[in-house]
């Protein structure tokens, strides 16, 4: 079972004088961890280092790392092992570093990267991953009430309702369950909305 992050969170702390500030952000593609290292950067360009960890796909099968500078292995593998430890995919983890004038050592590194990824992780909001399937469907002002009430109370999720000439709902809905919606929607509408 694969855990997915829901959304933005950080944390910081200091050790031995260096201050590390450890953000995680929702990702789903390695064009949204490139961007977001491109603005990391950019935001702490007067840090000493910013390192990054990340893990997408459904099976956490995309992977990297970048120690940002600090002896090789020290930083984003121990941040990358955390992470795959937690189950935790579709994630990317940054740490800024701002030296703090003592050197930890490589152990001492090590410690402080992987603590900057615990830390972060423990007060992320994740939830299970489950396939969803979006979906959309057009319908009168009359049927919008009765329909919508089928809609929540098999689970969906309605992401977006648009009232024109006729109401359209986008939504989302665990995979599994869409045929069963499908079907209920059809038998309910006599076949006249179709998802």
Do not use: W
């Not at 977001?36 to 992977?63: I, M, P, W």
């Not at 970048?66 to 941040?79: I, L, Q, R, V």
């Not at 006729?166 to 989302?172: A, D, P």
């Amino acid at each position: 079972m694969m855990l997915i992050l829901q959304d933005y969170c950080s944390t910081e702390f200091i050790v031995s004088r260096s201050r590390f500030i450890s953000e995680a952000f929702p990702v789903t593609c390695g064009d949204e961890v490139r961007n977001l290292l491109k603005r990391q950067k950019e935001k702490y360009s007067d840090a000493t280092h910013v390192v990054h960890a990340f893990c997408t796909g459904l099976q956490g099968e995309n992977l990297g790392t970048s120690d940002a500078g600090e002896p090789s292995g020290t930083a984003g593998k121990p941040m990358l092992e955390v992470i795959k430890g937690s189950k935790v995919t579709n994630i990317l983890i940054t740490a800024t570093r701002y030296f703090g004038g003592t050197l930890l050592g490589t152990g001492g590194l090590v410690r402080a990267y992987s603590d900057c990824a615990k830390k972060v992780l423990e007060i992320a909001r994740v939830e299970e991953y489950i396939a969803k399937e979006d979906f959309s469907l057009s319908l009168s002002y009359n049927e919008h009430e009765r329909i919508r009430k089928i809609l929540l109370d098999l689970g969906c999720e309605i992401l977006a309702e648009n009232f024109s000439e006729t109401v359209k709902i986008t939504g989302r809905i665990p995979q599994k369950d869409f045929s069963e919606l499908q079907l209920t929607v059809k038998n309910a509408t006599g076949g006249k909305i179709i998802l």
